[in-house]
């Protein structure tokens, strides 16, 4: 991959760098190579931030990978990322996809104490999620 081809070319990959290769894995529904990326990261000395969290959660969101959603999600605060209403959407919209109702109402409830507030994107998820769980 491009980003292991760096090093050779005495570019050195930063977090930006990550971010689009992660963001290309999302795109690419390539969920594992995201996630893989992601971890890599602390080898490389390059620090995650919310845009990198983001889009993690995002691919695992698109792969119906809803457990690795929740957990990335629940990484943040060690790695001392805040995360915003993009974060809380992706991983809501991963539970909804993943048939996990209480859980996209769990998130939605944790996020006035996480100082996020709420958009359309979110009650529409969560909204989705209870709609697939038969709770409407």
């Given at each position: ?65 809803w457990?690795?959603?929740l ?9 001392k ?56």
């Amino acid at each position: 991959d491009l980003l292991s081809l760096m090093p050779d070319a005495e570019v050195v990959p930063d977090t930006i760098t990550f971010n689009a290769a992660i963001s290309a894995c999302e795109k690419g529904d390539q969920w594992q190579l995201a996630l893989n990326l992601l971890s890599s990261m602390p080898d490389a000395n390059v620090s995650p931030n919310r845009i990198t969290y983001n889009a993690a959660i995002s691919a695992c969101e698109k792969g119906g990978q809803w457990q690795h959603a929740l957990n990335l999600l629940s990484l943040m605060p060690k790695a001392k990322v805040v995360p915003n209403e993009i974060t809380y959407n992706a991983a809501i919209s991963a539970c909804e996809k993943g048939g996990q109702w209480q859980l996209a109402l769990d998130l939605l409830s944790l996020m006035p104490d996480a100082q996020v507030v709420p958009d359309k994107i979110t009650y529409s998820a969560a909204i989705s999620a209870c709609e697939k769980g038969g709770q409407w």
